[in-house]
């Protein structure tokens, strides 16, 4: 069946270190995938994007990459800072039949936390 | 300020209560959708509206009963809701689209008594 899940559930890092969240899916039909950040008491934050067509992009101390051979997504954080502790939610979309919209399927996320 | 606010944040009713939701969005989206967030589960899409038109009911039930007068707001309609209807409900917005992200508001959480 369809899946979107991370192969860990919490993550410790000092700060300073750099921080790699993962994630796998299960659907070869997914085409565009997105990181998203959820902190205590607020919605999850769009943090970055990528399509199916890219193995790599970059944002802002943020690095996404993803292979489709494996079906694995990964977020890296560099020099991790403890206001980027929070819940980290991968998800994919992929067109749903007819409709121009895509599909959200979130991962349950991991936990990050960042020690000073 | 994430674009997308919804009212109230917190939200305690008992079961035979009506109450409502309300999302606004100021992004200039088309698309709107809600969410809920149990825990220990992965976020579950519950509504999609493009363009005011309903185009996703996920299998919802009938006491959750959405509302789209336009494209900048949502509004969910909830009465005889049950215990486990307690979550967090967020509510969306984005581009009609291949491709376009969704932007959260900060989500209202319901106790249901």
């Known amino acids: 069946g369809e899946s979107v899940g991370l192969h860990l559930p919490t993550l410790s890092v000092q700060e300073g270190d750099n921080s790699i969240i993962n994630c796998a899916y299960s659907?070869?039909?997914?085409?565009?995938f997105i990181w998203y950040k959820q902190e205590s008491g607020k919605g999850p934050q769009f943090i970055i994007d990528?399509?199916?067509?890219?193995d790599k992009r970059q944002g802002q101390r943020v690095t996404v990459l993803l292979n489709k051979t494996v079906k694995h997504l990964s977020l890296q954080i560099a020099a991790t800072q403890p206001g980027d502790s929070a819940v980290y939610f991968c998800?994919?979309?992929?067109?749903?039949?007819?409709?121009?919209?895509?599909?959200?399927?979130f991962g349950q996320g991991t936990i990050l936390t960042v020690h000073p | 300020e994430t674009g997308v606010t919804q009212t109230p944040r917190h939200l305690v009713m008992g079961m035979t209560n009506k109450k409502s939701l309300k999302c606004e969005q100021h992004?200039?989206?088309?698309?709107m959708y809600w969410y809920k967030q149990s825990a220990k589960k992965p976020l579950e899409l519950m509504f999609v509206?493009?363009?005011?038109?309903?185009?996703e009911n996920n299998s919802v039930p009938s006491r959750f009963s959405p509302e789209c007068p336009n494209s900048s707001h949502l509004f969910l309609h909830l009465h005889t809701l049950q215990p486990e209807d307690s979550a967090l409900y967020l509510c969306?917005?984005?581009?009609?689209?291949?491709?376009?992200?969704?932007?959260f508001g900060d989500g209202t959480r319901l106790s249901i008594l």
């Open positions: 969306a917005s984005s581009q009609v689209g291949r491709n376009q992200p969704q932007h």
């Open positions: 659907n070869s039909a997914s085409d565009y």
């Open positions: 990528i399509r199916s067509n890219m």
């Open positions: 998800a994919e979309t992929r067109q749903s039949g007819g409709t121009s919209y895509g599909k959200l399927t």
């Open positions: 992004l200039g989206h088309n698309a």
């Open positions: 509206y493009n363009f005011k038109e309903q185009t």
